[in-house]
């Protein structure tokens, strides 16, 4: 479930705005963090370096296929395979 949250700002001289405090609080926003503005459709996004992160994680693990065992214990295996090999 996605929450919605709805703040009215004015674009001040320059083309700024200014971020609502409570929201900045609620997302850990501080002042001179970098966000990166999406436009989707028409609507801009603010996006935190933070959410940034988790969504390239969601993404990477639903491209992983389901796995019984880590990629590093498959890693250890075929090289135990290899230095039998030898």
Known sequence: MHTQI?????VAQG???DLPIDVCQELGI???DLLQLV???G???LQ???QQIKQAQQLFKAC?????SSLADELI???KVEANSE
């Open 15 to 17: 083309l700024h705005i």
């Open 6 to 10: 709805s703040h009215q700002v004015q």
């Open 77 to 79: 295996q075929e090289r």
């Open 39 to 41: 436009v989707i459709n």
């Open 64 to 68: 992983l296929p389901a796995m019984k």
């Open 43 to 45: 609507e801009i996004h």
């Open 30 to 32: 501080k002042e001179g």
């Open 48 to 50: 935190s370096r933070q």
